[in-house]
């Protein structure tokens, strides 16, 4: 009778070994890479990633900063004594409206400027000249501020008119009288037509003063 090999058959691997064991790599694998990623960078990487300062730099930012900060409002106060005006400009504008809203405000300190300016002359100046010019100078000093009173630079300008025409213009005397007469009965306002006309006939007579103070004295 024959022998009949029998061989047994090995058992393979079971396949749930193998999913285990490639599960456990990757995870292995995944928690070494969240590891390093949440690792925090050392202090100095941080540090050289910010660039110092240089000089340049410092000095732009200073003047930007200089250049955004608000400038200090211009000082008007004292800008009707401080622009030179001819006795011309004042002339040609003599002859624009006086309804203007502007009209009286405006030729008083054009008027004022070219007194200001005549007080400096070597044959007009005296202590009485420069006593008035100085008051012309306080009446008129506030001519910018909206309401300020224009009153007061009236008599103050035919007042310092008056202070001229005695350096030696004898022929002047009436009319710097008139003139001072004028001043003494304008308001200072000009809202209704009888107060414009007044403003400009006051203006015209100074005008006419002017353009014989203009020349030296006979």
Request: charge should be negative; proline fraction near 6%.
């Amino acid at each position: 009778m024959a022998d009949i090999n029998i061989q047994r058959k090995k058992k393979s691997a079971s396949p749930w070994l193998l999913i285990l064991l490639v599960l456990a790599l990757v995870g292995l694998g995944a928690w070494y890479l969240l590891r390093r990623d949440s690792a925090p960078e050392p202090a100095a990487s941080t540090a050289a990633a910010v660039p110092a300062a240089t000089p340049a730099d410092t000095a732009a930012a200073s003047q930007a900063g200089a250049e955004t900060t608000p400038r200090p409002a211009a000082d008007t106060d004292n800008l009707a004594t401080e622009t030179s005006v001819a006795p011309a400009d004042f002339y040609a504008f003599v002859a624009d409206d006086p309804a203007s809203e502007s009209y009286a405000r405006r030729g008083l300190l054009l008027l004022s400027n070219v007194l200001i300016g005549m007080a400096d002359r070597g044959d007009l100046r005296d202590a009485t000249v420069e006593e008035r010019r100085n008051d012309l100078t306080s009446a008129t000093s506030r001519l910018e501020e909206p309401n300020a009173s224009l009153r007061p630079g009236f008599v103050a300008a035919a007042d310092m008119l008056r202070a001229l025409q005695q350096r030696g213009y004898t022929t002047l005397e009436r009319d710097v009288n008139t003139l001072r007469d004028q001043a003494m009965q304008l308001s200072g306002r000009t809202t209704t037509q009888a107060e414009q006309q007044a403003t400009q006939e006051f203006f015209q007579q100074a005008a006419n003063v002017l353009r014989v103070l203009e020349k030296p004295a006979p």
